[in-house]
């Protein structure tokens, strides 16, 4: 067995892309031009959105969509717990108040029955997140939401390339994905908003470049008029030039890398099946393809003391791992600022304490796969 460490994640990024990327650097235009603009007609078309617009990160995408929506002081935002901590940050810098949605067990995304009952006078936006490449129950939520005059924005940053009962997310409704360097595909660092809400689109477009009245790239004149004016004050939040150049390679090759990574998935589930505490996550019927950005598996007591156990003794053998997420109600910051949930995110907190993200992206090959399983075997046989 190779005793060559085996990361987490690594992005599979070609000779094409790199030389996309010169290019870009050699031709005098490497912030937000052309191929940003270009970037966004790209990724729009292929999620079916109506229309799209880059930016740095996908943080900056949450940032935005809830400046843009005004939301802020005496408003309320429901969310899980179970997510990255970027957007309940924004939701109480924006000073607005995080109401924590508990989240299916199996799945580990909120359903409308976790979110309905936590709705009130205050709601503002429901913010659901699609959990590890698979989708939640988008179509009741958005009735939840539509029928109090809620916002619903979708934290879709696990979710490129995944489908929804036979739609691409991001075809419908508001969405925001993430090209951090783990996800499955990456501009080194960027995000995309896509909206079939062409005034909510308008604002963030405006409020990521300064507040000006003109974007950071005026497709028709192929710069930015130096005379455009502050509208309202705004944001450096624009993808530039270099990004876009990867992305847009990466876009091309999204659908391969989602093949690659369904193929891992699925022979690791074959080879999990019957390991002794081990317990994958359930992909909802709903989910008409998964993305596969993580394989998560739950670790129970027969196999290791704990999760953090486990994840010692897997890098004991050179195996990377990830731990995706610990509850952001867990952290210290909210633990001290926020109420507590008495009890109220049970799902949650199972999940917090024994998750954990196996190695998975597009250059691993099945041997890697069988290493890990094999090395997970000799874990459970130690304890």
């Avoid at 309320?76 to 990255?84: L, Q, R």
Wanted: hydrophobic share 45%.
């Amino acid at each position: 067995m190779s005793r060559k460490f085996l990361p987490f994640s690594r992005p599979a990024i070609g000779e094409d892309e790199i030389a996309a990327v010169a290019a870009v650097m050699r031709s005098g235009w490497i912030t937000t031009g052309a191929r940003a603009a270009e970037f966004e007609d790209r990724f729009a078309a292929y999620c079916g959105a109506a229309s799209a617009v880059a930016l740095n990160s996908a943080t900056a995408g949450m940032h935005l969509a809830l400046a843009a929506l005004g939301i802020g002081p005496g408003d309320e935002v429901i969310t899980p717990s179970m997510t990255w901590v970027s957007t309940v940050n924004l939701i109480v810098l924006a000073g607005a108040v995080p109401v924590f949605a508990d989240i299916d067990r199996d799945t580990m995304m909120v359903t409308p029955e976790t979110v309905e009952p936590l709705i009130t006078s205050r709601t503002r936006a429901i913010i659901p997140v699609h959990f590890a490449g698979a989708c939640c129950e988008l179509a009741p939520l958005r009735e939840l939401a539509d029928a109090g005059n809620i916002s619903l924005i979708e934290d879709a940053a696990h979710a490129v390339g995944s489908e929804y009962d036979g739609r691409m997310i991001g075809s419908s409704g508001t969405a925001i994905f993430s090209f951090h360097p783990i996800k499955n595909m990456t501009c080194g660092e960027g995000g995309m908003v896509v909206s079939d809400d062409a005034e909510l689109l308008e604002r963030i477009r405006r409020l990521k470049f300064h507040g000006l009245g003109v974007d950071a790239y005026d497709r028709a004149t192929q710069g930015r008029a130096p005379q455009a004016e502050v509208i309202e004050p705004g944001f450096k939040y624009n993808l530039t030039d270099i990004a876009a150049a990867l992305g847009m390679g990466q876009l091309s090759r999204l659908d391969g890398f989602i093949a690659r990574r369904t193929l891992l998935a699925e022979r690791y589930l074959c080879l999990l099946a019957d390991v002794p505490g081990i317990t994958p996550l359930a992909v909802p019927e709903s989910t008409s393809r998964h993305a596969w950005h993580l394989l998560i598996v739950r670790i129970g007591e027969e196999l290791a003391p704990d999760r953090d156990a486990f994840m010692a003794a897997l890098k004991g053998k050179n195996i990377g791992t990830g731990l995706h997420f610990k509850a952001v109600h867990t952290q210290k910051y909210y633990r001290d600022h926020l109420p507590s949930t008495d009890g109220g995110l049970v799902a949650t907190e199972w999940n917090s304490e024994r998750i954990c993200s196996l190695p998975l992206f597009p250059d691993m090959t099945m041997a890697d796969v069988d290493r890990v399983v094999t090395a997970i075997r000799e874990v459970g046989d130690a304890t």
